[in-house]
């Protein structure tokens, strides 16, 4: 029974869910079928969650993906639903500006999601032109090298040249071996550059056999030379010794001077060569030069030169210092000119037959009749004493020369002259051939200068400015100076009278007197900047009791003063006596040696006695009707206390000002005798009998 209810239930069930799901298949099926036509309706049920036969989509690229830089490339996916970039965009295609992997997710329109192969885009930057450097020289010998090399930039092709033929291709670096310019270019596909520079590589081979080869006679007349010469080569250094002494000389020639053995050096890169024969040059003494006296002559004359130091014969005469042949048939030790309208120098030296002595200037002059000079004046023709007019003319040959002073002769000898006293000057010139006169006469005045002025020190007590004088002139022809040598005087000070700026110290001035332009000498003046004394009272301020002395210290100068004299023993005395009647300041003042004074002060001040009566009448007469203390006002806050026989207080008063009258309690006192105290406060306490009378 059990069973049999149990399956029957379970198979219902079973029949009831297939139903169902049979129906919703169906369902499904007619809807989407009915989408596509209204004939017959094909059943399939896809797996869940299953893509059917997806497509791989691919990326396309409108042009190259190697770019230089600030170009691009469009990227471009197969047509999808949707798409996904790995740099984050969802367009179906990009534009790529920057190197990197660029990947794609399309998905189609079923849903299916496939990935595209990447692009690998790369962006060069643009060739910069490099520089090439190399190492080492670039002058090297034979089988040399040079290590040449330029920065490496990523991307580029390098193509090496040497005089512009292609020699290497390979990278950044090359070693020259072969004599030649080096260029380097580089490439990408954004251009090509050439190298900013040119490299140069020479090569050198070792130097072949040479001699010292002279260019002309290798023996000459001291004062004559030989050129020597080796062959010329570039890229080396030459050197010269004579008789294996190292001589001045760095070219491929030298020109010999000395005697001696002469040879040379070159050297380049593959080493040193000497020549291997070397040219000895000779060179021979030269005569001694002959001593020579020439001659002059008026007008038109033939002048005879002598010379001495040679033979006969051995003379030769030239007409210039060098160069040129000798006078012919003049050989002898005078020579005789023809005739000369102008003077002339000849020259004249002494052979040995194979050399001849320095040629030695002889003057033949020919004088005339000295033209008139004209004198000149340098400068002003008035000058001050102990000043001078320079006088010249032109300078003649062969003449003397008279300058005269008011028609009197002065000296000779000389074109110049030195006028330092008044008067008409004039010059004299004769040669003989004949004398002339100036043409023109010069005036020269000399003023005397003006006598030193009379001065006056002046001076300052302490630091400040000090007023100078001076006697002996008018105004405006004073001259003050800073020292005795200032070049210039002090600016605007022309007066009899100087102030000086704020001095510190003594010093000296210096002034003088102008008259006619024309200066004195200067007179020192004292600007006297004395000390000033300090006052010194030794004592502080004194207390004295009236009718008392006190000893007043002073100190500090030379003299003293003491006000007011009032009271003192001697107010001129440093240290007087004071007995002042009342409080009084005394000032002092005192003078040092130069007159600058001082002051202090010192208060002596003076203190009353008191004064007490020992008795009053308060009878109301009029006359002595109060206790009246004498001075009590010089004692502020004096106190009175006031006992009677018996010892009771009858009168207190703090500050007691002379007006008790003799009452207690507002009533008279009787006649009788009491006992006072009067206290000064900090001082001092009194005490004693006092009486009220009638």
Request: negative net charge.
């Amino acid at each position: 029974m059990y069973s049999s209810s149990f399956g029957t239930r379970s198979l219902r069930g079973f029949l009831t869910i297939t139903l169902v799901l049979a129906f919703v298949v169906l369902f499904n099926s007619g809807v989407s079928a009915n989408r596509h036509s209204k004939g017959s309706v094909p059943v399939q049920i896809p797996q869940s969650g299953a893509c059917v036969s997806p497509v791989k989509p691919t990326i396309t690229a409108n042009g190259p993906i190697t770019l230089c830089a600030g170009g691009s490339v469009l990227l471009t996916a197969s047509p999808g639903k949707s798409y996904k970039w790995s740099n984050g965009s969802t367009a179906q295609a990009i534009t790529v500006t920057r190197s990197g992997v660029y990947g794609v997710e399309v998905t189609d329109a079923s849903g299916c999601i496939g990935k595209a192969d990447d692009v690998t885009v790369t962006v060069a930057g643009r060739l910069a032109a490099p520089t090439i450097v190399y190492s080492g020289t670039l002058l090297v010998c034979q089988k040399g090298s040079v290590q040449m090399s330029v920065p490496a930039q990523e991307g580029a092709a390098y193509v090496w040249k040497r005089d512009g033929v292609l020699v290497y291709d390979g990278s950044n670096e090359y070693v020259a071996r072969e004599a030649g310019v080096y260029t380097v270019e580089l490439s990408n596909f954004c251009g090509a550059v050439r190298s900013t520079n040119r490299v140069e590589l020479k090569i050198q081979e070792p130097m072949p056999a040479f001699e010292v080869v002279a260019t002309g006679s290798t023996v000459f007349c001291r004062g004559g030379s030989v050129r020597l010469s080796v062959p010329e080569y570039k890229e080396t250094t030459y050197a010269w010794h004579r008789d294996g002494t190292l001589v001045s000389g760095n070219k491929h020639f030298f020109v010999a001077e000395e005697p001696g053995i002469y040879t040379a050096e070159i050297t380049n890169q593959c080493g040193t060569f000497r020549s291997s024969k070397g040219q000895q040059v000779k060179v021979l003494a030269l005569p001694t030069q002959p001593t020579v006296q020439g001659a002059a002559a008026c007008a038109k004359a033939a002048v005879t030169l002598t010379a001495s130091g040679g033979s006969p014969g051995m003379y030769r005469w030239y007409q210039a210092a060098s160069g040129g042949a000798a006078i012919a048939g003049a050989d002898a030790a005078s020579f005789t000119t023809p005739e000369l309208s102008a003077s002339a120098t000849y020259y004249v030296a002494i052979t040995n037959g194979q050399c001849e002595s320095k040629r030695v200037p002889v003057k033949a002059t020919i004088n005339t009749k000295p033209a008139a000079p004209e004198i000149e004046a340098d400068g002003r023709l008035e000058v001050c004493e102990g000043g001078a007019v320079m006088l010249h003319t032109a300078a003649i040959q062969n003449v003397t020369y008279t300058w005269l002073r008011d028609g009197q002769e002065l000296s000779g000898g000389s074109n110049t002259l030195q006028a330092t006293e008044s008067g008409e000057y004039s010059l004299r010139v004769q040669n003989e051939c004949g004398t002339s006169l100036s043409s023109n006469k010069v005036t020269v005045r000399v003023w005397p200068a003006p006598a030193a002025p009379a001065a006056q020190d002046g001076s300052s007590c302490g630091p400040g400015s000090v007023t100078l004088t001076a006697t002996g002139g008018a105004a405006g022809e004073y001259r003050w100076y800073e020292s005795e040598t200032a070049p210039t005087p002090l600016a605007g000070s022309t007066d009899g009278t100087f102030t000086t700026p704020a001095l510190q110290d003594s010093r000296t001035y210096y002034v003088a007197l102008v008259k006619n332009g024309c200066e004195g000498e200067r007179t020192p003046v004292q600007a006297l900047v004395y000390p000033v004394p300090e006052a010194v009272a030794s004592l502080p301020d004194q207390d004295i009791d009236s009718g008392e002395s006190v000893r007043l210290n002073g100190s500090g100068g030379e003299s003293y003063i003491w006000s007011p004299a009032a009271g003192l023993d001697d107010p001129l005395a440093a240290s007087p006596v004071a007995t002042p009647e009342q409080t009084t300041r005394y000032t002092l003042t005192v003078k040092n040696r130069e007159g600058c004074e001082d002051t202090t002060s010192v208060v002596v001040t003076v203190r009353q006695l008191l004064v007490i009566p020992n008795a009053f009448s308060p009878n109301g007469d009029g006359v002595n009707d109060n206790w009246e203390i004498e001075n009590i006002e010089y004692f502020p806050g004096v106190a009175v206390e006031v006992y009677n026989r018996w010892g009771n207080l009858i009168f207190e008063r703090a500050n007691y000002q002379s007006d008790w009258n003799g009452t207690y309690r507002g009533a008279a006192l009787p006649v009788g005798t009491y006992f006072y105290v009067i206290s000064i406060p900090g001082k001092s306490r009194f005490t004693g009998y006092l009486n009220i009378v009638n």
